[in-house]
Nanobody
């Protein structure tokens, strides 16, 4: 039973934008995040948001990404603009039981989606 389902990935030209959505299927989570996995860097957190709406971003996407959540619809979005080839990768939605998001360590996150591929070229 998959509890987090990502959508919105695809191919985008450099300089373009995209919006990824994560469907929590009716479940409410505290800290949620988007991770990106690439062959060279592994899986790293790029954006987090807690139940208070506090957001944090990786330096690589700061100023170009916006993470948001709808606690009523139980969805998590990631909007990115001015995309670069290095933004390519598999994007994962994830949830943590922590009420306040920490540093984005993978071990803090216990629930994962299957990912959606983003290719910028």
């Amino acid at each position: 039973h998959v509890q987090l389902v990502e959508s919105g990935g695809g191919s985008v030209e450099p300089g373009g934008s995209l919006k990824l959505t994560c469907d929590g299927h009716g479940n409410t989570y505290t800290c949620m995040a988007w991770f990106r996995q690439t062959p060279g860097k592994g899986r790293e957190v790029i954006a987090q948001i807690d139940t208070f709406g506090v957001r944090t971003y990786a330096d690589s996407v700061k100023g170009r990404a916006f993470i948001s959540r709808d606690n009523f619809e139980n969805t998590l979005d990631l909007q990115m603009k001015n995309l670069k080839p290095e933004d390519s990768g598999m994007y994962y939605c994830s949830a943590s039981p922590m009420s306040v998001c920490g540093g984005g360590a993978i071990v803090d996150y216990t629930l994962w989606g299957l990912g959606t591929q983003v290719t910028v070229s």
